[in-house]
């Protein structure tokens, strides 16, 4: 590729980014729009709610006493690990939930928290609750009693404390909702033996009940030791040191891990569409390669040959000609007098002149002063006589080779 060539074109890439800036608008804003139905759950008694009857409080107190906590919106039931507790808080009553919610609490170590506010969000402001009403205590009933059979709910008109764990706490409720005695086992219990947080022995394992949801409710963990009492019961969850689930599936939050609904969905379809269509960009820019590859640079032959032309390369671009001629006539006329025996002691100008007087006896044209003469005229022509010191090179390797193996050597070979 060359170095100027550009991949993506100017009025591609400013499409690209139009298009990425779009689709990044368009993200935010399905993001920021929620559908009324989902706005009217997360008014609900669930752990994402910040209104009065919601458990966002409750969740966020786990959190700080490093009680692991986490929200399931699908699977609830076989996330379950030994030591793990699952929690179904206030699950919906409406009938076309009723398989979900029995298929919950069918395991192991499930903390029912019962319903007892149906809320009205407020249409003006999101995640508001309007209006609460208590459920009547008939639908409360007979959702109890088709889990544990013989229960019901009393509603008495105050309850001052509670004992739990041998100690005594303000439970501050309004309209309190309890158990009565002998139904299931008391952990947490009023004065008179009615139960606000016990078990029941379950064929499929332990079954805990929090009869009034207002200990874990926003608008009530702050008042009197709800509080305390929501901690007390995390931790009787906890004891294990495992985690606690809470489901959400029972509030209409269920989600199900399908990728290609994923990429469709409100939130992600400017995403998938910003990749669709980078995709699509990518493959015209790659049509254009298709077809035969083009060769590639031709490596470098073996053999002395390209040495040589590298160096004589190198040698060129760095100016270094003119002192190359005066190195290689030195050195010519070293090895001519090593070859025919000069006699030793000469000085230069001596073995000039005896040099040049076997080249007459040989009957050559050429004298050591003429090629001296042109090394210095090429070295005084400077860079620029790149021919004249390729013909002075020429002359001084003709004269060594005739010098050495006669007249017309060099013409023959």
Request: a positive charge.
């Amino acid at each position: 590729m060359l170095a100027n060539e550009q991949i993506i074109k100017t009025p591609t890439l400013v499409w690209l980014i139009v298009i990425g800036m779009l689709s990044f608008v368009g993200a935010v804003y399905f993001s920021a729009i929620e559908k009324a139905d989902e706005d009217l759950q997360r008014a609900g008694p669930n752990s994402y709610s910040l209104a009065a009857t919601g458990h966002k409080a409750f969740v966020d107190l786990l959190g700080e006493l490093k009680i692991p906590v986490t929200a399931s919106r699908y699977n609830s039931k076989n996330k379950l690990n030994p030591g793990d507790a699952l929690i179904v808080a206030e699950p919906n009553l409406a009938a076309n939930f009723k398989p979900l919610v029995d298929a919950l609490l069918g395991t192991n170590n499930v903390l029912l928290v019962l319903p007892k506010w149906h809320a009205q969000p407020a249409s003006t402001t999101t995640g508001w609750v309007r209006d609460a009403k208590l459920y009547k205590p008939e639908k409360l009933n007979r959702f109890i009693r088709d889990i544990i059979p013989g229960a019901s709910l009393t509603r008495p008109d105050r309850m001052d404390r509670v004992q739990a764990g041998g100690r005594n706490y303000v439970a501050a409720i309004t309209f309190p909702q309890l158990i009565p005695r002998g139904v299931i086992e008391p952990i947490i219990q009023t004065q008179q033996g009615q139960v606000l947080f016990g078990r029941w022995q379950s064929k499929s394992g332990w079954l805990w009940v929090l009869s009034d949801p207002d200990i874990l409710a926003n608008h009530g963990l702050k008042k009197g030791d709800n509080a305390a009492l929501a901690v007390f019961i995390a931790n009787t969850l906890h004891r294990s040191g495992g985690e606690l689930i809470i489901d959400e599936t029972a509030h209409g939050f269920r989600i199900e891990p399908n990728f290609w609904k994923l990429l469709i969905s409100r939130n992600y379809l400017a995403t998938t569409v910003l990749v669709l269509v980078a995709i699509v960009f990518v493959l015209l820019i790659a049509s254009r390669r298709f077809g035969k590859a083009l060769p590639g640079r031709q490596g470098l032959s073996p053999g002395k040959q390209v040495l040589i032309e590298n160096t004589a390369a190198l040698l060129e671009y760095g100016g270094h000609g003119q002192e190359i001629l005066e190195k290689y006539l030195e050195t010519a006329i070293r090895e001519v007098a090593q070859a025919l025996r000069a006699p030793p002691g000469l000085d230069q100008t001596e073995l000039v002149d005896w040099l040049d007087q076997v080249a007459r006896s040989r009957q050559l044209d050429m004298h050591l002063d003429d090629m001296a003469n042109q090394v210095h005229r090429a070295k005084k022509a400077g860079h620029s006589s790149r021919d004249a010191q390729i013909t002075t090179g020429t002359l001084i390797h003709r004269w060594k080779t005739e010098m050495i193996h006669g007249s017309g050597y060099s013409t023959r070979h």
